[in-house]
T-cell receptor
Framework: AQTVTQSQPEMSVQEAETVTLSCTYD???????LFWYKQPPSRQMILVIR??????QNATENRFSVNFQKAAKSFSLKISDSQLGDTAMYFC?????????????FGTGTSLTVIP | ETGVTQSPTHLIKTRGQQVTLRCSSQ?????VSWYQQALGQGPQFIFQ???????GRGNFPPRFSGLQFPNYSSELNVNALELDDSALYLC?????????????FGPGTRLLVL
């Protein structure tokens, strides 16, 4: 079975600073996808960024970037220039389309608070 | 482009009752997945529907069942409700075999079982 571990239950960051959220996963597969989702207090899960395992280049989306270390099975999210609207739960997720039927495996989440 | 919608937003039931939750997928998507999210936890996969058939199931008992309709909307049915079924139920849609396997989530239905 695939497992996703987020070892930081809670984090905080000053507005305009940079913060990194950690995620590790366990799989024997070679082809898979990784995602970071954001769930604000209003609860709708929003995609932040995605990474295909076959791509060596780290994904970036504006202020959000990832550090994907395939050999270490690590997928951290860096948020630059943190904004108050970044306050939310962040979930790391894994998906292997071939062997897990597009099922997403989620970590337990990291609660991020941006402090004014 | 219409996003994923779910109804109702909140629901209160008593133990032993049955409940039906509904989901409309994002336009152009052909697959719907259902997740259960207990308080303070990450979502847990219940099952997925593709072409109106179940296409994968998580570790949930048979009293959790579902349907997908020709317009790709979906229902989640839970029979014989238990207190532990209290959770946020999330629906997510995607376009399988498109090369973009991203799942897009609805706002969820908060179910409370008393």
């Amino acid at each position: 079975a695939q497992t996703v571990t987020q070892s930081q239950p809670e984090m905080s960051v000053q507005e305009a600073e940079t913060v990194t959220l950690s995620c590790t996963y366990d799989t024997s597969e070679n082809n898979y996808y990784l995602f970071w989702y954001k769930q604000p207090p209003s609860r709708q899960m929003i995609l932040v960024i995605r990474q295909e395992a076959y791509k060596q280049q780290n994904a970036t989306e504006n202020r959000f970037s990832v550090n994907f270390q395939k050999a270490a099975k690590s997928f951290s999210l860096k948020i630059s220039d943190s904004q108050l609207g970044d306050t939310a739960m962040y979930f790391c997720a894994f998906m292997n389309p071939v062997n897990t039927g597009n099922q997403f495996y989620f970590g337990t989440g990291t609660s991020l608070t941006v402090i004014p | 482009e219409t996003g994923v919608t779910q109804s109702p937003t909140h629901l209160i039931k008593t133990r032993g009752q049955q409940v039906t939750l509904r989901c409309s997928s994002q336009s152009g998507h052909n697959t719907v997945s259902w997740y259960q999210q207990a308080l303070g936890q990450g979502p847990q996969f219940i099952f997925q529907y593709y072409r109106e058939e179940e296409n994968g199931r998580g570790n949930f008992p048979p009293r959790f069942s579902g349907l997908q309709f020709p317009n790709y909307s979906s229902e989640l049915n839970v029979n014989a409700l238990e207190l532990d079924d209290s959770a946020l139920y999330l629906c997510a849609s995607s376009l399988v075999l498109s090369g973009d396997e991203t799942q897009y989530f609805g706002p969820g239905t908060r179910l409370l079982v008393l």
